[in-house]
């Protein structure tokens, strides 16, 4: 796979369409050519303590920040048909249809491949975990920020380009 968009949500509680910021990084031919990141006002527009705990944001960081409708319209456009690549791809992609679902937007009919899957299937047992933290050391990719979004594609775009 040389052409995808590596893609990462974060949310704001258990609701999946609260997402509160996304990370993409568009893989063309090999390479990264294209990168975005977006803080997004969360609806319902609060912050659990658990996910807050995990990545650190909270509703001081967003409560200017634009709703998901003008993020989505400034980064549809880069990622337009191409295959989308998640570390744990049954998550992200439910952010993905439940806040296009709860903005009334349609389903452009995304592909999604996971790179934890493609990990147990290419490490197994060697590795402790499939985490992204590991499988991205594992890959040689040093993933400093963990649960920033645009960190967390990033180091899914590099285990994409090693493993599928």
Known sequence: MTDFAAIDFETANRHRASVCSVGAVVVRGGEVVD???????????????????????????????????EVWRALAPRIEGLPLVAHNAPFDEGCLRAVLDLYDLPWPGYEFFCTCRAARRFFGRQLPNHQLHTVAAACGYDLRHHHHALADAEACAHIALKIL
């Open 35 to 69: 990168s975005f990141y977006s803080l997004i006002r969360p609806r319902p527009n609060y912050y659990s303590p658990f996910t807050t705990a995990i990545h650190g944001l909270c509703c001081a960081d967003t409560d200017e920040a634009p709703e998901f409708e």
